[in-house]
C-alpha cells in the first residue's frame, strides 16, 4: 500500500526546492539512468526520521558544492513503487535501504550511503561524504 500523498507532499518538497527532479516511474527512471547519462545522484526518500533530519538536508548542503552531479533526483520509498523497484535492480550489489543515496555514473552505481550510514551521522557530515564523491566522480567525469 502506498504512503498518501498530502502525508508525503512536504517531505518530496524537501528535495524538490533543491532542484532534485522527482522518478515515478520505471521509465523515469530509465531516462535518467540511461547509457551516457552522465552522473547522477539517485536518493530513495522515506517517512523515517533519519531522512528528515539528516539525508535531504545533506542533499541541500551537498549540492551547493562547485562539483556536483549532472542531475540529481528521487524516488520515494513506500510511494513510487515501481520507480523504487527499478532504482534497487539497478542497485542490485547493495542491500535494499531506505533512506539511501547512491551517485551514478552512466547508468552504473560508484558510490553509495545506505541507511545505517546516514542514521548514524548528522547532516553536514553527510554532506562533505557526498561531496568528496562528487569531487572523484563528478569533476572528472566534465573534463
Known amino acids: 500500500m502506498r504512503y498518501p500523498e498530502p502525508l508525503i507532499a512536504p517531505m518530496r518538497q524537501d528535495l524538490t526546492q533543491y532542484g532534485v527532479q522527482e522518478l515515478r516511474s520505471r521509465e523515469d527512471v530509465d531516462r ?5 547519462s552522465g552522473t547522477v545522484l539517485v536518493v530513495i526518500n522515506s517517512v523515517c526520521g533519519c531522512a528528515a533530519g539528516k539525508a535531504r ?4 548542503m551537498a549540492l551547493q558544492h562547485a562539483s556536483k552531479p549532472d542531475i540529481a533526483a528521487t524516488v520515494f520509498a513506500g510511494a ?4 523504487v523497484a527499478r532504482v534497487r535492480e539497478l542497485l542490485a ?4 535501504s531506505s533512506p539511501s543515496i547512491a551517485l551514478f555514473e552512466d547508468g552504473k552505481p560508484v558510490y553509495m550511503l545506505h541507511r545505517h550510514q546516514i542514521e548514524s551521522r548528522e547532516a553536514p557530515e ?3 561524504m557526498l ?13
Open 32 to 36: 535518467v539512468l540511461g547509457p551516457n
Open 57 to 60: 538536508p545533506a542533499i541541500g
Open 80 to 83: 513510487d513503487l515501481d520507480a
Open 93 to 96: 550489489a547493495y542491500p535494499p
Open 126 to 128: 553527510i554532506a562533505k
Open 131 to 143: 561531496t568528496r564523491a562528487f569531487d572523484q566522480h563528478c569533476a572528472t567525469a566534465k573534463q
